[in-house]
């Protein structure tokens, strides 16, 4: 972390730090209210807590109202996702919920004239490749959601990309589960740390939006347990969330928030999680199986057919059907998960407080700059030369702003919104719109290249483009594919004509660059025609000036491909989403409030098993466009001395070296690859920041969970093992066969 990224961090830190109550708001403690006491741990606070509850006051806190559908509404319910009423005589807080993966969401202004500092898409805190910028993210949306009174916040978004056409890819981390992991756990570290709740979600295999609330994922065991639910046990390990949120799918025949295997079995018996499980909104279809398979919180309760936790779940208590211990389980866990973040102890304030934006869009800023991929840069056409005269501009709306993912976690950024458009059809036009953040790649391009003629062209007519660009030095075409929550996108091919006007402007200038604004991969037929390609994702609140600044050099790209590129949607596990025979997405789509009944579960079989992403094309023995952990720089990297090491603990110690004339950051990659014939694994990777010409020793410890094999348990086999340090899942530097002990993944 830089010493940049570490002021901004002491100012999160200051930013959220608790406020001071008065002695008539804080009860005092008595040998009674053990509940009290900081030393005894959230579990036995909680428990004292419950003992002091009346059941009226336990069911209401497991049943969660949803704030757009109360009329009236109470005095202080704030308009978002959810509202939970609280009990003041015994200190239990009020929950006031918001959607929050990418910043404090407003998605249709339900709070007139309330904006928030927008992150960058998820993937692309994924390809920074650094926990420490997701802790970063975590913790300023944490500060945001704190001085706007919210406490607990529906982010941590971790399930893996198994569709590269998800609609949804954008708010999560990537197709591995090591790095989804540890970088979702780094985030809700950065949420927490400002005394609030985070979630990670959506547990689990919520893995398309298509009829997500119907479709019944299939799929091994062993399988399931080296791939998405690895995702998901590292970033509870690691970031301890206080709560986690059911999906609205079904899992081999159950929903998922009616799964005993997943809810019981899983996170509370093998996990040992404590916290409470909180439900999708409107992914809830019963009383008894919802709470006997480990249900704790009917979430959005109005988006449900019933409410299913409020006056059902009495009485199946009072007939016996429920146990009552079962209600004080329940309350319990959402109590130590409020405990346990600090939010007991520290409540929100009752009021909003200000606000350092600025401060935090540097950090979005910051972020999207180490997480922009240069994916191609033949002949150096980046960065710009600062001598061009004539610069254009083609398509995107980049003379107002920069392309923003929809749904729930579409944040009203800060500064405006330039473009909006709403939706007229499909299922996320409720909720949804197609949104840019009002930070202009036109104007600050400009100010760092103040001698020349910056223009810019709209790009309906790829003519009229080809023509402006024929007469411009450098063209820099912006091309867009918007996706949302709720629906996938009918294609991985680029919209509107786009791959026309790509080709037209590249055949007129041969110093064509092409900005991809994407929820994640696209196709490329115009590839070989144009020498510079950078992924920019969903930028986020700063992403004009962060791309200007990785366009002109005064930023080294660095980010790496958290998501494979396919060449061909042949090569997928699935081309298109999975619908019902004969059905088709349009029929199958729903914004996943309600109960799922108005179409039949299918069954989506998802065979590729733990095989996701890069292992899929290894165990294919084919080749993606771009590889998984790929990406330029405007430095060279050299490598010497990778001495590998087997036993306990095997690992790479290596020389990387910055070979270049710009400071520059490297991500070398250690991969591994098992006795048994699996596809290569992810098993570490380092950032390295180096100056020109500094070299670093480096070591890469190989990752227990990356040599394990699930088998009723985390079991190594001991053998020989290939360990390989390489650029990319793609590209090896160096390997060698090491021996490595057997034993088990400790917890």
Request: charged content about 20%; aromatic content about 6%.
């Amino acid at each position: 972390m830089t010493l940049k990224h570490a002021s901004i961090a002491v100012a999160l830190l200051m930013s959220a730090a608790p406020v001071a109550l008065t002695a008539q708001q804080v009860p005092q403690a008595s040998e009674a209210q053990q509940w009290l006491d900081k030393s005894l741990t959230a579990e036995a606070r909680a428990g004292a807590l419950v003992k002091a509850m009346t059941r009226e006051e336990k069911l209401r806190y497991v049943h969660g109202l949803f704030p757009p559908r109360i009329d009236p509404q109470p005095s202080d319910m704030i308009p978002s996702a959810g509202y939970v009423p609280g009990v003041p005589r015994l200190g239990i807080p009020t929950l006031r919920e918001s959607d929050a993966s990418l910043g404090v969401a407003n998605q249709v202004e339900q709070r007139k004239g309330d904006t928030a500092t927008a992150l960058p898409s998820a993937l692309t805190t994924a390809a920074t490749f650094d926990p420490e910028y997701a802790r970063l993210g975590g913790a300023m949306i944490g500060a945001e959601a704190r001085a706007k009174t919210f406490n607990v916040l529906l982010a941590g978004g971790v399930n893996l990309t198994r569709d590269a056409w998800n609609g949804r890819n954008f708010e999560y981390l990537g197709e591995d589960p090591l790095l989804a992991g540890a970088m979702a756990g780094a985030a809700v570290q950065g949420v927490q740390s400002n005394n609030i709740v985070s979630t990670v979600k959506h547990f689990i295999l919520n893995s398309q939006e298509t009829g997500r609330s119907v479709l019944n994922a299939r799929i091994d065991e062993a399988a399931l347990r080296e791939s998405d639910l690895l995702a998901f046990e590292i970033a509870i390990a690691v970031g301890r969330p206080g709560s986690v949120m059911c999906a609205y799918n079904r899992i081999d025949g159950d929903y998922a928030c009616e799964s005993h295997r997943m809810l019981t079995d899983v996170l509370r018996g093998d996990w040992k999680y404590s916290g409470w499980v909180m439900s999708d909104w409107g992914a809830v279809h019963s009383t008894e199986k919802a709470a006997l398979a480990g249900l704790d919180q009917q979430s959005g309760q109005e988006l449900d057919k019933l409410i299913y936790f409020g006056a059902p779940l009495q009485a199946a208590i009072a007939e016996g059907r429920v146990p009552e211990a079962r209600l004080d389980e329940m309350v319990h866990r959402i109590l130590v998960g409020v405990i346990a973040s600090g939010l007991y102890d520290h409540p929100t304030p009752a009021t909003a407080q200000p606000i350092d934006y600025k401060a935090h869009a540097d950090v979005a800023q910051r972020v999207a700059e180490a997480g922009i991929v240069l994916l191609r840069n033949e002949g150096q056409v980046l960065p710009l030369a600062r001598q061009a005269k004539r610069i254009v501009l083609i398509g995107g709306h980049a003379d107002v702003g920069v392309l923003s993912g929809g749904g729930s976690s579409q944040v009203r950024s800060v500064g405006g919104v330039p473009v909006e458009i709403p939706l007229t059809s499909g299922a996320a036009a409720s909720f949804a719109r197609v949104t840019w953040h009002s930070s202009s790649p036109l104007r600050a391009i400009r100010v760092l290249a103040p001698q020349a003629q910056v223009t810019y062209v709209d790009g309906s007519d790829p003519a009229a483009a080809a023509a402006a660009a024929r007469n411009a030095d450098i063209a820099i075409v912006f091309a867009t594919q918007w996706t949302t929550e709720a629906q996938d996108p009918p294609s991985l091919s680029l919209p509107d004509n786009q791959d026309a006007l790509i080709a037209a402007v590249a055949k007129a200038n041969s110093k064509t660059v092409v900005v991809l604004e994407t929820g994640g991969p696209v196709l490329m037929p115009w590839l070989e025609q144009v020498p510079a390609v950078v992924q920019a994702w969903y930028p986020g609140q700063r992403g004009g000036e962060a791309l200007a600044a990785i366009l002109f050099g005064d930023v080294n790209p660095s980010g790496r491909l958290p998501i494979s590129f396919p060449r061909t949607v042949e090569q997928l596990p699935r081309p298109t989403p999975v619908v019902p025979a004969g059905g088709t997405p349009d029929s199958a789509s729903n914004a996943g409030a309600g109960d799922g009944s108005a179409l039949p579960a299918w069954d989506v079989d998802y065979g590729e098993g733990a095989n996701v992403g890069y292992r899929w094309y290894a165990a294919k023995n084919d080749k993606p466009l771009f590889p998984f952990g790929y990406g330029l720089s405007y430095s060279t990297f050299g490598f010497s001395g990778a001495k590998f090491a087997g036993g306990a603990a095997p690992s790479v110690t290596f020389t990387v070296r910055n070979d270049g004339k710009r400071a520059g950051a490297v991500v070398p990659q250690l991969y591994v690859a098992a006795p048994d014939g699996s596809p290569l694994r992810l098993a570490g990777w380092k950032r390295q920041t180096l100056a020109p010409g500094e070299a670093a020793r480096v070591t890469i410890t190989a990752d227990r969970y990356a040599l394990a094999r699930w088998r009723a348990g985390w079991k190594i086999a001991g053998g020989k093992y290939r360990l390989s340090l390489a650029q990319d899942s793609e590209h090896v530097i160096a390997n060698a066969l090491v021996d490595i002990e057997a034993g088990f993944v400790e917890k």
